[in-house]
């Protein structure tokens, strides 16, 4: 899934970015309402991994 991120980035400059910013707003979200953290946190891991290979 991280090469997704990646493929995503490449096509469009900035994906990267403007998801985890999504993704930690979404995890927040969910903290706050007491919800399952488990997918937001997966989901951020992904992306961090992503970024982490661009360089």
């Not at 488990?38 to 991994?49: M, P, S, T, Y």
């Amino acid at each position: 899934m991280a090469l997704d991120w990646l493929s995503r980035e490449q096509s469009s400059p900035g994906a990267l970015c403007r998801e985890l910013a999504a993704t930690e707003r979404d995890l927040d979200e969910a903290r706050l309402a007491g919800k399952e953290l488990r997918f937001h946190k997966e989901r951020k891991d992904i992306v961090l991994l992503a970024a982490g290979q661009l360089g």
